[in-house]
């Protein structure tokens, strides 16, 4: 009987090596696969035999089986690339998917991301990634919002210029914005009203006195309307002393005007008139042109107005085991008792990793590594092998008795 059992043995030795060589084929073909984590394959000794000794009773073994196959789930290298919407995870996680005709959730940490017609974000199958809308936790499709970005009215413009303290004074009796020598100087600003249309705001100075300045507002497309004035005083050293703030009034919309921002102040001195520093805060009706995607998983839309707006929250799903996952295919894994329920999360944050945008994760499979069990599971089938033809050599001997 003990030959039979070494004829058994070794074909659980070549069913084993054979599994691993199968294991390492599927690594090494999936080299090139993003998001792709290698199995790795562990054996353990099989039932042990109790046979008779002069000690009383000793085990021989019975083989070999399969303890496990367990994904590895260590990071794998970056790969550059040009599509915003080309994700990977630094660190711990994956991201969620929905197949949109089961509605099963699946997980994943191949981020090949392109936007489908509905605007939802989705991998080559089809399956729509998963997040947070912004003030929300609740897990629903990722979804970029393609609306305008609304028109903002001014209502606040600030501007800082030098007024030449070697001016001529002049008649403030006398101002007229149509006549060139009845002002000093000018400058002029674009304001937006509600509706996102642009007005050509234009600021005359007049100097009315020794360090004093009359200024008035008018749109260029009439200047038949004034709509605002004040006066700047300055002191000796050619600071701003009062004034520095007025109202502009466009139709009704009222608009604050401050000569003396945070940033620069109005000035007079002896030196060429000039405008220091222009700001107002509308902006007109905007078009989504491009999004972009931040490390902590937002979603930013930026507009032709030149706003940026956060149009959603990208979540990633963290397992207890996630070597416990179920391989579905497709770069796809299921949730199993083995791996535990999922934590979810913003990235970065509860020991999640962090997007890297424009990045794909590429296989974590060492090509090296795999060489080297391939020729090691090859060495060892091939001594199971020899096993079975010794065995066999020795049972013919068996049977070669009887002659």
Request: glycine content about 10%; aromatic content about 10%; overall charge negative.
């Amino acid at each position: 009987m003990g030959l039979t059992t070494s004829l058994y043995s070794a074909v659980t030795g070549l069913r084993c090596y054979g599994t691993a060589i199968s294991v390492s084929g599927d690594n090494i073909a999936n080299l090139n696969t993003a998001g792709f984590k290698g199995s790795r394959i562990t054996f353990q000794d099989a039932l042990n035999e109790l046979i008779a000794t002069a000690q009383g009773t000793s085990q021989v073994g019975r083989g070999v089986i399969v303890s496990d196959v367990a994904l590895m789930f260590t990071q794998g290298s970056f790969e550059t690339t040009n599509a915003p919407t080309d994700l990977a995870i630094n660190g711990d996680g994956l991201f969620i998917l929905r197949d949109p005709n089961s509605q099963q959730i699946f997980y994943s940490r191949a981020g090949h991301f392109r936007l489908n017609p509905d605007g939802k974000l989705v991998n080559p199958e089809g399956y729509i990634l998963q997040g947070w809308a912004i003030g929300s936790n609740t897990l629903t499709d990722v979804v970029v919002d393609t609306a305008a970005s609304a028109a903002q009215a001014t209502q606040n413009i600030h501007i800082a210029v030098n007024l030449d303290a070697r001016a001529s004074v002049l008649d403030p009796s006398n101002f007229d914005p149509n006549t060139e020598g009845t002002w000093n100087y000018q400058t002029s600003i674009t304001v937006y009203d509600s509706l996102g249309d642009r007005h050509q705001l234009v600021i005359y100075f007049v100097k009315t006195d020794d360090n004093q300045w009359n200024w008035y507002a008018y749109e260029t497309s009439d200047l038949s309307t004034q709509l605002g004035n004040g006066t700047l005083q300055f002191d000796q050293s050619g600071n701003l002393t009062s004034g520095d703030t007025g109202t502009i009034t466009l139709d009704s919309q009222s608009i604050t005007v401050d000569f003396s921002p945070d940033v620069a102040t109005s000035t007079q001195y002896a030196a060429d008139f000039s405008t220091l520093y222009q700001y107002q805060d509308g902006y007109p009706t905007g078009f989504l042109e491009g999004i972009s995607i931040e490390t902590d998983g937002i979603i930013y839309g930026h507009y032709t107005n030149g706003q940026t707006k956060e149009l959603y929250q990208i979540v990633l799903a963290d397992f207890v085991n996630p070597a416990g996952l179920t391989k579905r295919g497709g770069n796809l894994y299921m949730q199993s008792p083995h791996s535990g329920e999922p934590l979810i999360g913003t990235p970065g944050s509860g020991g999640l990793g962090t997007i890297v945008p424009n990045s794909l994760e590429q296989s974590n499979v060492d090509l090296a590594e795999e060489f080297t069990k391939i020729i090691i599971y090859q060495r060892a089938f091939q001594a199971n092998a020899r096993i079975i033809t010794t065995t066999d050599d020795m049972l013919g001997e068996v049977v070669n008795l009887r002659r």
